[in-house]
């Protein structure tokens, strides 16, 4: 039976085991409360004493679940950042003042120029973004009524 009782506790002390507790030291000062892991200095006076174990690490599911969700937050915030139209970076516009409104161009049909210009507006827009500037508004809007014969 001691064997027995022998074996068990060698065995239960060669099985590794967490890391040691410690303890930790709630002191009041003049300076204010403060908790630390050395005893309290001797103007400090203890008002607690408290023994904590160290958090296990993370088990090998713990670590899946959080990569998985880690990338579903980088995805979700892509995904937002896409609807909100800031994933794209700044873009440089050209006017297309200079393209369009040279005289010495052929003038396109009505119907056709009009179609075009509004193309070119929302492409230009979707373009900058949410950069746009009112003068860029202003330019695009004055396009698009030139080429749709507008006041």
Known sequence: ?????????????WQPTAA???TLYKCAAKSGNSYQQSPCPGTARTLATIDVAPEPPPTATQLAQRARKAEQDRAESAFLSHLAGTDQP???????????SSSRL???????GCALA??????????????RTYDLLRRLDEEVARACNRP
Not at 1 to 8: D, H, Q
Not at 90 to 100: S, V
Request: net charge positive; glycine share 4%; proline share 4%.
């Open 118 to 131: 509004k193309a070119t507006r929302k492409a230009a827009l979707q373009a900058v973004g949410l950069d």
């Open 20 to 22: 040691h507790a410690q």
């Open 106 to 112: 052929p003038r396109r049909s009505t119907a056709s």
């Open 90 to 100: 700044p873009a440089i516009y050209r006017t297309t003042r200079a393209r369009t």
């Open 1 to 13: 039976m001691r064997g027995i009782v022998f074996a068990i506790c060698i065995a239960a002390a």
